[in-house]
């Protein structure tokens, strides 16, 4: 239980300590959505089939672009649900496999409605930084308001995915799309 407070009080605190945003592709941007990547993926419950073993690593992935600039290596040192994280990053739709977190670059936007659409069975958490891509079958999107980063959730496409998202996350969300209550 008090591991639970101290990871609801660690997101509380990156989303309302970190530094404005100025710059599309400012390095201290996407060392933030690196940390909200990681945070996201603890209070994430992918299905069982979902790994190929017990053992298996949690596969967080990048389509297109990679603005991290090295910013998701650090990554690779912790651990999720007793899960080593795995870095990769692809350049096509093909080339995903095992994929568990994937953050969509605005460079394959263009192909959006594509990408969106083969990914939405799959129990893959699809995390984009552009507009409307929670509206557009994403699954959490990132946002700014008051020159902070925060995020969008579209609860319906989790669901349809077969990821369940922690309550804890719901209430940090600055807006839940698609939820039926």
């Given amino acids: 239980m008090l591991r639970r407070i101290f990871y609801i009080l660690l997101i509380i605190s990156v989303l309302n300590c970190n530094p404005p945003l100025s710059a599309a592709h400012d390095p201290s941007e996407y060392n933030i959505k690196a940390a909200y990547l990681y945070n996201f993926a603890k209070f994430i419950h992918w299905p069982d089939s979902a790994f190929n073993s017990a053992k298996a690593p949690l596969v967080i992935g990048v389509l297109g672009t990679n603005y991290f600039n090295g910013s998701l290596q650090p990554l690779t040192a912790k651990k999720v649900r007793n ?3 795995e870095i990769k990053y692809f350049k096509s739709l093909a080339e995903i496999q095992g994929c ?3 953050y969509i670059s605005k460079s394959v936007k263009q192909n959006h409605n594509l990408i969106l659409k083969k990914l939405s069975t799959q129990p893959i958490l699809t995390v984009g930084g552009y507009k409307d891509f929670v509206k557009i079958g994403g699954i959490i999107q990132f ?5 902070r980063l925060r995020f ?3 609860l319906a496409v989790a669901n349809q995915n077969n990821i369940h998202i922690d309550a804890q996350l719901l209430s940090l969300a600055a807006e839940v799309v698609g939820d039926k209550e």
Avoid: A, E, K, Q
Avoid at 143 to 147: A, G, K, L
């Fill in 83 to 85: 899960r080593v994280i």
């Fill in 152 to 154: 969008s959730i579209n």
């Fill in 143 to 147: 946002i700014t308001r008051r020159d």
């Fill in 100 to 102: 568990h977190l994937l």
